[in-house]
């Protein structure tokens, strides 16, 4: 594609995610760099679909879009040239923020290359407006990218529910563009995204719903800290045959009909389901996936996909998401009551599915070496009911999505998922652990080496905790990426491993050591009463690691083949 | 004082030190809470001391204090009202900080009460510019405080010139205001305060020294990392008769002629000097001191006190600087050779007093318990020549203050005293003991404990470093401040005693323990050679610690009394 095209598909990505959340009015200013943005909106201006207000004086446009804003309670959009223009909406924004009144802000703005260089009317827009806005959001250059164009578009949406949620505020989206600016007016107008509708609480109603009406639809829980409302969803979805796909930190993993092995079913059937088992229509709860692989296969996804988010910050990283219900578990869940269930059929299939699974993974034989596909295993079986398990990144937490399957949802996983840090591991841990229940911490030795001085805790306020440290001496994720491949290098820069003898780390924090190489030597040390902080350190090696993945997903390959579905 | 008193103080504060730095031009956009600032400067305009351009347009008000500026080629003080007004000086804000032009922005505020809680045209006013401007100060209240006075004066004389330093640009200023807002114009403008006199390397003559000219002067010698000119500097000085005080950290401790012990001194003189070393004028070189008493004593002074600083940065946290001359030490070198030497006498007293100090400390016992006292002794004797010596915050370095003498400055010491933390000191230690010379780490456990992990470089970069560790079982620095009176608190939060082996910590980190109670064990455990990590424990007490301490002030309290001088 040429860059006419593409600079006319990004404007057309910005206008039709504004128009697709009612927005209506664009107040211009005009100027050389916004040209793009102009043009196009004189075109939808002239065709009824846009209502546009010219004023060739920013500070009093930015003022004229603020009583619009007012008197339409719907954002309007405000778009300028670069440099010193940008400056003059200042005092319309300083008002509409504390004023609460939705704007949203587009300013064009010089392409990188010409940023703090000397180029003409080019100042740093990042940020520009500071406190004075509700959010700040650099959006890409117009490219062919298709991934670009839905993160355009799925921002702008954002963006007028960020401005519209109480307290309502403007909102800053800075556009570079490069060069030639004309944009092909002869090109339909195309708004294309893959985020098709929002629904927000105060819309949402049965109607809302009727796209999973006796539809095959698949559940995907993500991660939740708590399960309140939860339960009631998981047996609102059971009683209308969706099956459930649990991710490691959604609390149902090991809850009735549910599938906890989705991301080594993907990674066998390498990311395609048979027809009888493709939904009609995905239904997506709670945080970020911890499969990759899940979400590699949404965005292959053709069929609507639904996802119920809290509030305005969206999190679908995928891009994948169609419709959107901004929302909560207790104000949907009674929606549900009034649809028609799914085919009888759609049940029963992934029942089959989820049977085979289960089965296809033998668990480790007491005797033999564990592995650290063997101890997700082990610890579903042997941890007590109430136990809380704290699962440190990287490594460990793929491990227990892929081999953690418990028989019920009483053991409660948790992470830190927001930023996915191998930092403040043990701190966390020992935080979670002042509660009553039982708590354990599976980490590898690169994060618990990162916060060790956070063992000292154990101690000092009496805390109990079990850590069953999987030491592969350093950084095991990286001998699955391709990194792994430059031997040369490796081991300095990402295995790094540490020289560390744990039995001495233990003694250090007063805590008792063990080693454990079988699942009964693991079990046994499982089984001893917890005094303060006990170290069970699994010794792996990091190369046999890789070829242990490589066996179980060809394992359930194997099972999935011969149960004829796949 | 009464409001009205304050209020006009503050004004006079703001505006005389922006006269001070030769600022003439004012363009004010009239407003309410600016009032203060508005009357003083029509008062100040009326009587040909200000130039004042009024215009209602804040915008236009920029702008217009922007031509100003470049054609004058000084900053021009622009002042607005809070809210939106503020706003509306950013689009000439932003193109003053493009052009290099040097602004003065005087925004004045609501009372920290009326913020962000409803209160009408009160914006957070706070960085408002953002990246628009070179540096952004929040101006104290109104007070009779006169250390907030001379701070206001001192903060708007460097913005002054820190809006003149290439690239010039503009500053924000917000000053907030309480009502009532009327100034008291009876009272004659008086902008008093302490810094007087800002010398740049650009009007550096010998005439801009010619107030040290004869005189007794006190040359106070701070924190440098390097040398070289501080060498000619010292020799320029001794040349001239004039003592030297030597932080710890200024690398000429110990050189001849110089004075090591000036913290230990004051405070057993309780901060007064006898007549005969009271100086006429003082010099100050360098970072901030390590020595809150030398700090004090320089606010109780009446002299001139000469600050020699490299740039815009003023660290002058004492407020006690009269005469500021930004330039470097190559530059300021030369023009001393011009001046008269100080009285013959004045190097005498201090001669003698160097050598009455030098003799008041004995050293400590060979068998005697070693102490926080003593260590720093028997490094300075012990260590070799060209030891590189990374001290730790808080109590580490302050004893070195006190109680490092060595015979000359070959040795070098060096801290992290730019945020004075604990963190990061065994990662600093051992990031400076790449170079070719022996390192030393002289620490306390709590720091030690803080960067425990930081020693696995050791190993891996095979660096070699003596770790000294004065164990006293937690913040030894809090016994010496007020909090340790209140015991039924004090070990918990302030104490915080850890409770690990420290040969354990060294066999964790494939390092040497040795434990070091007497002078002899501490060289002996010197005397060894270096392979590695080398860990060498000194226990010591936390309260004999605060005994020692005083009995050592005490000790020179006699001797100084002995003397005759004091």
């Known amino acids: 594609m040429n860059a006419q095209t593409n600079v006319t598909a990004r404007v057309d990505q910005i206008l039709g995610a504004f128009m697709a959340q009612q ?4 107040v211009l200013a005009p100027g050389s760099r916004s040209t793009p943005v102009a043009l196009r909106v004189a075109q939808l201006a002239q065709a009824k679909q846009l209502e546009l207000y010219v004023d060739v004086d ?6 004229f879009a603020l009583g619009l804003a007012k008197t339409r309670q719907q954002p309007v959009l405000l778009v300028c040239t670069s440099g010193t223009a940008a400056a003059n909406f200042y005092p319309a924004i300083c008002e509409a923020k504390i004023s609460e009144v939705p704007l949203l802000v587009l300013t064009t703005d010089r392409p990188p290359e010409l940023t703090k260089i000397g180029a003409p009317q080019a100042l740093d827009q990042d940020h520009f407006y500071g406190q004075q806005v509700k959010a700040f959001w650099q959006l890409p250059l117009p490219s062919e990218l298709a991934a670009e164009g839905d993160y355009t578009n799925m921002v702008v949406q954002r963006s007028v529910q960020t401005a519209l949620t109480p307290p309502q505020g403007p909102i800053q989206l800075n556009l570079p563009l490069r060069k030639p600016l004309m944009p092909d007016l002869a090109l339909p107008f195309q708004p294309v995204a893959s985020l098709q509708q929002v629904t927000t609480t105060q819309t949402l109603a049965a109607q809302a719903l009727t796209g999973l009406q006796g539809k095959r639809v698949l559940v995907i829980v993500g991660p939740h800290d708590t399960t309140s409302a939860l339960t009631d969803f998981a047996a ?21 009909a549910t599938i906890g092995q989705a991301d080594l079913m993907l990674k066998a059937a390498q990311g395609t389901l048979p027809t009888a088992l493709q939904p009609e229509v995905i239904l997506r709860l709670g945080g970020t996936l911890v499969s990759a692989a899940i979400s590699d296969w949404l965005q292959a996804q053709t069929c609507p996909i639904y996802q119920v988010v809290m509030h305005a910050d969206w999190p679908d990283h995928t891009l994948s998401t169609t419709v959107l219900l901004q929302s909560t578990l207790p104000a949907l869940v009674p929606q549900l009551a009034a649809l028609t269930p799914a085919p009888a059929t759609w049940w029963a299939h992934w029942q089959a599915i989820s049977a085979i699974l289960a089965a296809a993974l033998p668990a480790p034989t007491t005797r033999a070496t564990l ?15 109430n136990a809380d398990i704290f699962i440190s990144n990287s490594m460990p937490i793929r491990d227990m999505d892929d081999f953690y399957q418990p028989a019920t949802a009483t053991q409660r996983l948790f992470c830190n998922r927001g930023a996915n840090g191998i930092d403040g591991i043990v701190s966390t841990a020992l935080g979670m652990s002042t509660n009553s229940r039982p708590h354990y911490l599976v980490t590898g030795d690169l994060a618990l080496f990162h916060d060790l001085n956070g ?10 905790l079990t850590v069953i440290l999987l030491n592969n001496q350093g950084g095991g994720i990286f001998s699955f990426l391709p990194q792994h491949d430059e031997p040369a290098y490796f081991e300095t820069v990402f295995g790094t491993p540490q020289t560390l003898d744990w039995a001495q780390v233990a003694a250090l924090y007063h805590g008792r050591y063990q080693q454990a190489t079988t699942s009964a030597a ?8 917890v005094q303060g902080l006990q170290l069970i350190e699994v010794p792996t090696q990091r190369e046999a690691n ?4 490589a066996a179980a997903v060809a394992q359930i390959q194997r099972a999935l083949q011969e149960s004829g579905w796949f």
């Open 522 to 529: 693991l079990v046994a040390a499982l089984a001893q009463p």
């Open 236 to 256: 609102a979805a059971q009683r209308l045959g969706w099956p459930i796909w649990t991710d490691p930190l959604s609390q149902l993993r090991g809850a009735a």
């Open 546 to 549: 890789v070829a242990q993945h």
């Open 58 to 63: 920013e500070r009093s446009a930015g003022f």
């Open 455 to 464: 063992l000292m805790l154990t101690q000092r306020y009496s805390l109990q």
């Open 23 to 26: 927005g209506r009015v664009v």
């Open 371 to 385: 592995t650290e596909v063997g101890v997700p295993q082990v610890l579903a079986r042997t941890l007590p009911a």
